[in-house]
């Protein structure tokens, strides 16, 4: 390996962007303490292309995303399905957003999820509160419910947000648009790391529409 010191590099054409690019299977190896834009990054980092879909930068090169980078689950469709989980939430995550669009259920029913662990998903231990501009409703202790009152084909749409505060302590938020529009929050202390998430109606009735989770 031959190596070149000098003190600066500049792109021989004007308004060119320098590309550093490496050698067969090789990759740009930044060393500790490599500033980007006047900022040193920190920890060792490796420049890693292609490694997968919209990976550009990724820590110490083992293939585990930076802290902080949002990645965002595939779209599912929700095809006379009672519940979808929503797995394999990576241990560290401090955000979680699920957005959902256009769900109705086949007979009228609230829309609630509920998180777990690796020990399953968890049915107690919730306090919530779901209001409209019209009703208030304090609910129970076995899910995060979403909406006031039952809805059947009004097209429920929004977002559902949960943010660790501490430990296994995490908050929620949520708007739904359908019938009404509705606003909750509330809070859930897991007994285990967060790795799933259930989406689901009250009654258990089937539904349709779509629903995505993002997580950071």
Known sequence: MSSLSVDSITAKTANTDLTLTGNGTGKVNLEAGTKLDGTALGTAATLNAGSGSGDL????????????????????????????????IPSGTERVEVSVWDIDFATS??????????????????????????????????????????????????MIQYTRVEGNKWTYQAIITGNRHDFSAGRKELSGE??????????????????????E
Do not use: W
């Open 57 to 88: 930068l990724r820590t110490d090169g083992d293939g585990s995303s930076l802290t902080g980078v949002r990645s965002y689950g595939t779209p599912v469709t929700l095809s006379s399905v009672s519940s979808v989980t929503f797995s394999g």
């Open 194 to 215: 967060l790795t799933q998430i259930k989406l689901f109606g009250t009654f258990g009735y089937n539904m349709t529409g779509y629903a995505r989770i993002s997580y």
């Open 109 to 158: 029913d609230t829309l609630c999820t509920q998180l777990g662990g690796s020990g399953g998903i968890e049915t107690s231990g919730y306090v919530n509160q779901v209001s409209s501009y019209a009703e208030q409703d304090d609910t129970g202790t076995d899910r995060f419910r979403h909406k006031t009152s039952g809805s059947t084909t009004q097209g429920m749409a929004g």
